[in-house]
């Protein structure tokens, strides 16, 4: 049997999606102008040689 989403779980789930969009907007136009998006959370801060290796895969 599926669950059916409370009024904040489906508002926050249109709220994620709109990010997303918005998102692959902004990337698409940044590297249109030549930019490289490196992307990181403030939760990736706790692992930091992973942002360490994104970085450097970004600046390639």
């Known amino acids: 049997m599926a669950l059916e ?3 904040e779980e489906a508002s926050l789930e249109l709220k994620l999606q709109a990010n ?3 998102d692959r907007t ?3 136009l940044l590297a249109r102008d030549g930019w490289a998006v490196v992307r990181i959370w403030e939760h990736e801060l706790r692992k930091p040689a992973l942002v360490v ?3 450097l895969k970004g600046l390639a």
């Open 26 to 28: 902004v990337n698409r």
């Open 20 to 22: 997303r969009r918005r």
């Open 5 to 7: 989403m409370t009024k």
């Open 53 to 55: 290796k994104r970085l």
